[in-house]
């Protein structure tokens, strides 16, 4: 039975799965890699899905919907003729096509998949995206960030280099920035940033506007079907403009007749404010990382609209620096979600790859608010940005005089005020009374890169309450296990071997060694533990790289007493 990796897009969707050592694309029916994220209910109540639902758009658009994927998680409702959809209906038709599609490939029967989310969503998208999967017939215990998926797609034919990479996503309807590292086998979200109201669509409303400009037309005041057919031609000359110089765009329906010519430096023109609203998300990656654009190794555009020159080469200038240049701007996100399905597939030429996430969110628990009573503060415990799985804890103190139980609510969210936020849970916990602060709680966060957070809240005396938030519906049985693959998965068991090793071999050199030599080792052993106990793959890799590199050294200069000793390298600042 196959895994598959799925990328549900806004505009359009694809499937691929881990096979013969490599991502493949999985064709739809109609033999095409990408399906148009688009639904329509006929006449007599079928459904259709993909590109003969995307050509109905305009033939019947009240039977037709699309760009769903940005209400997920929320009320919206659609009613495409007799009946009513939610997002999570719709994106579920999605991915049952999806589904159908690959069984007929593969000629097996298809039950799970790894499907990629904008890092940006949050847990009622994911939760959503999640219950869409179920409802398609598909287990999804595993959801992959989109700009992770890409940044393993492009890594993973390109040798074990090290480097930090910018994926630059720009797709139908939102942007989505991240900053990856690749550091031997581990690759690392280190930070997400976006704009989830910028996309390929916004350039052909803007193409289609500045056409009416034009050419002395008033685009608000064109019927609604008019507009509509007039923003479809727009697309299609923004990706005229992909490969030739000039494109005419036209309209004649008899009432209406336009034509105009356009280049990319009139779309560029046109769409001035679009290129600049790109640059914010992409600063703000860098200061959340603590990188500066010149230690960039790899600039990777993927998403439709990265297939446009003008946004390479606006991104390229404002980076110094070329795009990568086989990156495949609409396939990237779909090939690592394979290669994610391979490695939940624990496929053994995968074994050796790592792939961590950022929390694109804080978490935390609701702080007494002394100064303004009732509005409780958000504490963060997980910030946003932390590196997954991660286990964090905060110490809480009792705010009344005889406070005899500790109510622990879990947020979600950025906002100061706790109402602000998503109450994700709540847990109560007893404490023995005392005076007010006089008794403390301590309360531990774990999260896991399955979406998966526990919540600990131990008193004084050792009694504990614990909470399982998970997004998606599962049952009983099956959070208890994954409850019990989270008290393991701390840490990646192969990583552990490996700093286990390295940490014997440093006490077998402090055996044979004297002198400063010796203080040195103990020295790093003692770091090494510390950077350890962070529990951050990326980090434990890079101080695993180091110590290795210095036993060497030192292993040499033991074995050949001409060397001089070696020198540890003066990397402590990064803990
Ligand atoms: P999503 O991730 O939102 O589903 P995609 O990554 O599939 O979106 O990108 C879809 C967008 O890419 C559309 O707005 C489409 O117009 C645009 N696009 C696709 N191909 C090209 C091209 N050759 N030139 C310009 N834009 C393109
Ligand atoms: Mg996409």
Excluded at 217 to 242: G, H, N, V, W, Y
Excluded at 445 to 473: K, M, P, S
Excluded at 501 to 517: F, H, K, P, W
């Amino acid at each position: 039975m196959a895994i598959i990796g799925i990328d549900l897009g806004t505009t359009n969707s694809l499937a691929a799965v881990w096979r013969n050592g490599k991502s493949e694309l999985i064709p739809n029916a109609a033999g095409e890699a990408l399906t148009p994220s688009v639904v329509s209910v006929d006449e007599d109540g079928g459904v259709l899905v993909g590109r003969a639902a995307r050509d109905r758009l305009i033939s019947h658009p009240e039977r037709t919907a699309a760009r769903f994927k940005r209400f997920m998680g929320t009320a919206k409702t659609y009613t495409l003729g007799s009946r009513t959809f939610t997002p999570e209906d719709l994106s579920s038709l999605v991915l049952r096509s999806l589904r159908e599609d690959a069984e007929a490939y593969l000629g097996e029967p298809v039950e799970e998949a790894v499907v990629s989310v904008p890092a940006y969503f949050a847990e009622a998208q994911r939760s959503a995206t999640k219950r869409a999967a179920a409802l398609a017939g598909l287990k999804v215990e595993r959801l992959v960030n989109e700009p992770s998926a890409a940044a393993v797609a492009g890594h993973i034919g390109q040798g074990g280099e090290d480097k930090v990479c910018l994926v630059f996503d720009l797709g139908g309807g939102t942007l989505d920035v991240s900053l990856v590292e690749r550091f031997g086998n581990v690759v690392s979200v280190t930070a997400v940033s976006g704009d989830n109201r910028l996309g390929g669509a916004d350039f052909d409303l803007a193409v289609a506007r500045g056409f009416c400009e034009d050419c002395g037309l008033d685009f608000d005041s064109l019927s609604p079907r008019r507009r509509e057919l007039l923003i479809r031609q727009a697309e299609r000359c923004k990706m005229a403009l992909t490969n030739q110089e000039r494109v005419i765009l036209s309209i004649d329906d008899g009432t209406v007749s336009a034509a105009l010519t356009l280049s990319n430096e009139w779309l560029i023109r046109k769409c001035g404010a679009l290129f600049r609203r790109m640059t914010a998300p992409v600063q703000r990656v860098f200061l959340d990382g603590g990188v500066s654009p010149q230690e960039l190794d790899d600039l990777v555009m993927v998403g439709g609209s990265s297939h446009m020159p003008a946004v390479r080469r606006y991104i390229a200038r404002t980076l110094h620096k070329e795009p990568v240049k086989d990156s495949r701007p609409d396939t990237a996100v779909a090939l690592g979600a394979g290669i994610c399905a391979g490695m939940k597939a624990r496929a053994a030429d995968l074994r050796e790859l790592v792939l961590t996430d950022v929390c694109p969110f804080t978490l935390g628990v609701a702080r007494y608010n002394e100064s303004e009573q009732g509005r409780d503060l958000m504490s963060p415990i997980i910030e946003r940005n932390s590196v997954l799985p991660t286990s964090k804890m905060g110490i809480y103190y009792t705010v009344r005089d005889g406070q005899d139980k500790v109510d622990v609510r879990v947020f979600q969210g950025e906002n100061r005020y706790c109402e602000d936020n998503t109450l994700l849970g709540q847990l109560q916990l007893p404490v023995p009374p005392a005076r007010r602060g006089e008794q403390s709680i301590r309360i531990r966060f774990t999260y896991d890169i399955n979406g998966l957070l526990e919540v600990e809240a131990v008193n004084e005396t050792g009694r504990a309450e614990r909470l399982v938030l998970q997004n998606g519906d599962m049952t009983a049985q099956e959070a208890e296990r994954r409850l019990k693959e989270l008290a393991r998965l701390k840490l990646h068991p192969r990583e552990q071997e490996e700093c286990r090793a390295m940490v014997a071999r440093g006490e077998r050199l402090y055996a044979v060694t004297v002198g400063s030599l010796r203080e040195q080792v103990a020295e790093l052993l003692d770091w090494y533990q510390k950077v350890l106990s962070t529990q951050e793959a990326l980090k434990i890799a890079k101080a695993t790289r180091r110590l290795d590199r210095f036993f060497d050294r030192a292993e040499a200069y033991l074995g050949d007493a001409a060397l001089p000793p070696p020198e540890p390298e003066d990397e402590e600042a990064d803990l």
